[in-house]
């Protein structure tokens, strides 16, 4: 190792000591020094190994820390097998997604997972290997950095809460070895098992009821919050905290430049709680963290916390005192309420809900997005719908029965997921298209799905944060209508929107006369006015306003250097015009559509239409990502 990148080392550990050693406090109190230690020989080992190309990224990044937070970041998530075909077939795609215009791709289901049904991909049997299907690991290696040089930066899941039950520690702990058997939660009978269970809720209700499993070679119930085959590890364990960072760093020398902590919320238990958002599951990832600034700084955390709006942004490190914790975590809350208005055709839900959320930590931000390949759970909450006189409970069974379609005026043909009688909770899936009404035979190009649709990503992309596109949107594609054919699919309706990619829907991309090139080039529109626009660069700050009218959806972002931009919505089917006094918000004039710059009326809004108005001149000076 050259002598400088010795030095990097040294001035990181001592740089990022006092973090990890309080995570380590507050996890392990009797056995800081130790854990520490150990921490500390798997980020010397790691730094020591990382390629020459990853140290001058960690220096360039540590210089430039704000990398990720640039307007022209733009994301896009696929299953690689379903993009790509394998590994060698996504980096055949790479020229699509330059066309498209995205620099960070987060490849799913990449990792060595168990044969048959795995939770798409989510049960891992070795993280060390990618999927033998996918290709090798030098393919890996290949395509990430053929990625890297196209300007696009990977990201890859840390699945922590849980491998698979065929990982070789599931094996050893099953063969009677006690390390092993640690690393999990056991119980030799049901008393504490259930004592857990009066306050645990059921993720797959219906897939797989209850949260333990019976191991007869274990003679011992094993946590199982997700599937039967996905075995909770015992993060109270501080060997399962040394090997994830181990596993953690092994990404992060593949060249992953974001690593999504699957299921964070769920690592940490605690008897009479719900086990999600425990304080033990912020200090795990503020310790992962404090091992990346160590070892890799180049590579970032993106928390996978799919919760309610108050237990969300400590994800990013707001607690009583701010700690360096995620950088990234999804804006679950603004996904759930943009559908939310396009159902109720309100926004004042979702104003009210928006405007209760504190900020994002400095030098953090929202990833905001449509959908994803999980289902949508309606995470309104109680308190924000009764500011606005709604009933929680009645509103989110609105939401569920809207999106399957089976509500007079819906527009959507979703299904319903997980439906559980004993709660009343339904979730949904269904392609974005197929829940705003963009199902095959429902219109041409002009049609009010196209609209919904780009409504609903011109939200995602104008509110600041980095936008993430789920494959096949950019195209319109609909369901997999087909994938219950497959017995390990078909129990979860979530492979309903995880379809293959289409190759007639790519080809269709530039041919004007289809719905495919509208719905594309209304991206492009997107991207090319978000390259453009200083204002929504991650390090501004969001303010959702009170336009006056519940049809019109308004948000101000604004950047101390690069301006402001005033986002409106039209969440109705009728034309609207907007109050005047909105244009308050924005200081300068003369004003453009940066999605329109030759309207002429501004507060005129077309049915389902989204302006991002800027002080003309004012965005001119984005910054490009790198
Ligand atoms: C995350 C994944 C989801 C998976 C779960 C369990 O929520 O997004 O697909 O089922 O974790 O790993």
Not at 154 to 170: G, I, K, Q, R, Y
Not at 377 to 386: E, H, I, K, T, Y
Not at 426 to 444: H, I, K, N, P, V
Not at 565 to 590: F, K
């Amino acid at each position: 190792m050259a002598v400088s990148a010795e030095a990097d080392l040294g001035r990181r550990l001592h740089e990022w000591h006092d973090d990890l050693r309080s995570a380590l406090e507050g996890l392990y109190p009797d056995r800081v020094e130790e854990v520490q230690a150990g921490v500390v020989a798997r980020v010397t080992a790691a730094s020591r190994s990382r390629k020459a190309s990853l140290v001058e990224l960690d220096i360039r990044r540590e210089r430039n820390p704000d990398w990720f937070l640039e307007p022209g970041r733009i994301g896009y998530a696929c299953y690689a097998d379903r993009f790509g075909g394998d590994l060698r077939g996504v980096e055949a795609r790479v020229g699509y997604l330059q066309e498209l215009g995205v620099n960070v791709v987060h490849l799913m289901s990449v990792l060595h997972p168990r044969a048959g049904d795995n939770d798409g991909g989510f049960a891992i049997d070795d993280y060390r290997r990618p999927d033998p299907r996918l290709g090798t690991p030098s393919d890996l290696e290949h395509l990430v950095g053929s990625l890297r040089d196209a300007g696009i930066s990977t990201c890859l899941d840390l699945v922590m809460n849980h491998t698979s039950a065929d990982h070789e520690w599931a094996v050893l702990a099953r063969e009677g070895s006690a390390y092993h058997r640690e690393l999990y939660l056991t119980f030799p009978d049901r008393s504490l098992p259930d004592a857990y269970e009066a306050t645990l809720p059921e993720v797959f209700p219906t897939m797989s009821p209850g949260n333990f499993t019976w191991v007869p070679e274990m003679q011992a119930w094993v946590w199982t919050t997700f599937r039967e085959f996905q075995w909770d590890l015992n993060w109270a364990n501080p060997d399962v905290l040394v090997e994830m960072v181990d596993v953690l760093l092994h990404l992060a020398n593949l060249g992953v430049e974001i690593v999504r902590l699957d299921a964070v919320a769920f690592t940490w238990k605690r008897m009479g709680t719900n086990c999600q958002n425990q304080p033990g599951a912020h200090l795990v990832a503020q310790a992962l963290r404090a091992a990346l600034g160590m070892a890799a700084p180049a590579c970032i955390l993106l928390a996978e916390a799919i919760v309610g709006p108050d237990d969300l942004v400590p994800y990013l490190g707001h607690h009583e005192r701010q700690r360096r914790e995620c950088q990234l975590a999804y804006h679950n809350q603004l996904m759930v309420q943009t559908w939310s208005m396009l159902a109720s055709r309100d926004a004042r839900l979702a104003t009210a809900a928006l405007r209760r959320l504190p900020p994002a930590p400095q030098g953090t931000t929202w990833l905001t997005y449509v959908r994803c390949h999980d289902d949508i759970g309606w995470a309104v909450s109680d308190q924000d719908a009764a500011t606005v006189g709604l009933d929680g409970a009645a509103h989110r069974r609105f939401l569920a029965r809207f999106y399957r379609g089976d509500y007079p005026g819906s527009f959507a043909r979703g299904v319903a997921f997980s439906t559980n009688p004993a709660t009343g909770d339904e979730r949904t899936c269904g392609m974005a298209s197929s829940l705003a009404g963009l199902t095959d035979g429902q219109g041409g190009p002009g049609s009010p799905g196209v609209a919904r649709l780009l409504l609903l990503y011109a939200i995602a992309f104008g509110f600041g944060g980095v936008p993430v596109i789920w494959m096949g949107d950019e195209l319109g594609l609909g369901d997999d209508e087909g994938y219950h054919l497959d017995p390990t699919r078909a129990a979860d309706s979530r492979w309903r929107h995880r379809p293959p990619m289409s190759p007639e829907r790519m080809a269709q991309r530039h041919d004007p006369a289809t719905v495919t090139a509208a719905v594309w080039s209304g991206f492009a529109r997107l991207v090319q006015a978000r390259r453009q626009c200083g204002a929504l660069h991650g390090a501004g700050s969001v303010q959702v306003v009170d336009t006056g009218d519940p049809a019109v959806f308004g948000w101000v972002r604004r950047h101390p250097r690069y301006g402001c931009v005033l986002g409106l919505a039209n969440v109705s089917e009728g034309t609207v015009y907007a109050s005047p006094s909105v244009m308050g918000a924005l200081d300068l004039a003369p004003v453009v559509d940066l999605l329109d710059p030759a309207a002429a009326d501004l507060l005129l809004l077309e049915p389902l239409a989204v302006r991002w108005l800027s002080a003309d001149g004012s965005y001119r000076t984005a910054p490009r990502p790198r």
